[in-house]
């Protein structure tokens, strides 16, 4: 199985703030990594696809780059609607799988 | 819009079946881009794939649930099926449905572009 593993677990940081997020596939996976925000209580939403494509719908301060085993998801300035826990998963062999998850707590 | 709607029963004895429907509404099982899968995600922790089926049957599992999975799909009734046997407390967990969104007609890579709103089944005598 393919490994994934986020970085950080958690970070707290203010309103307008740049937050970085990072993801490592135990091997190359391509560009076969999507990112998921889930809020508590709620069910995963889908933000971007392909490691860099925007999901329709979702706000354009979310950006995601990486190919081969790394990866990043950034908010370029955080909202109060961004707290939440974001989830890499890979698609490039079964059983997809996900990272242990990121976080992000507002200030 | 496409909705997806879990089903079924929040309480499970240990050793039973676990079997969860998800009903599709808005879209249609049928289509060509599409797998349909199962997620699970045990209470505090994070997401856990269990598999995907294609609307003409072909699935996907996890190899560490395969020997207790079936996931079959219904085309009549627009929603497909999870049977989880031989449950243990470990199995207690939300299960989400969702739609997969596949990038080719060669390959299974793609994500999961919609979601059901989760079930919590819980394993306990």
């Known amino acids: 199985d393919i490994q994934m593993t986020q970085s950080p677990s958690s970070l707290s940081t203010s309103i307008g703030d740049r937050v970085t997020i990072t993801c490592r596939a135990s091997?190359?996976?391509?560009?076969?990594l999507n990112w998921y925000q889930q809020k508590p209580g709620a069910a995963p939403n889908l933000l971007i696809y392909?490691?860099?494509s925007l999901q329709s719908g979702v706000p354009s301060r979310f950006s995601g780059s990486g190919s081969g085993t790394d990866f990043t998801l950034t908010i370029s300035s955080l909202q109060p609607e961004d707290s939440a826990t974001y989830y890499c998963?890979?698609?490039?062999?079964?059983?997809?799988?996900f990272g242990q998850g990121t976080k992000v707590d507002i200030k | 819009q496409l909705q997806l709607q879990e089903s079924g029963p929040g309480l499970v004895k240990p050793s039973e079946t676990l079997s969860l429907t998800c009903a599709v509404s808005?879209?249609?099982?049928?289509?060509?881009?599409?797998?349909w899968g199962w997620i699970r995600q045990p209470p505090g922790k994070g997401l856990e794939w269990i598999g995907n089926i294609y609307y003409s049957g072909g699935t996907y599992y996890d190899p560490s649930l395969k020997s207790r999975v079936t996931i079959s799909v219904d085309t009549s009734k627009n929603q497909f099926s999870l049977k989880l046997d031989s449950v243990t407390a470990a199995d207690t967990a939300v299960y989400y449905c969702?739609?997969?969104?596949?990038?080719?007609?060669?390959?299974?890579?793609?994500?999961?572009?919609?979601w059901g709103q989760g079930t919590l089944v819980t394993v306990s005598s």
């Open positions: 392909g490691a860099s």
């Open positions: 998963q890979q698609s490039y062999n079964t059983p997809w799988t």
């Open positions: 808005g879209g249609s099982v049928s289509s060509n881009n599409y797998y």
């Open positions: 969702a739609r997969h969104f596949r990038f080719s007609t060669v390959t299974p890579r793609g994500y999961f572009d919609y």
């Open positions: 091997q190359t996976i391509n560009t076969y």
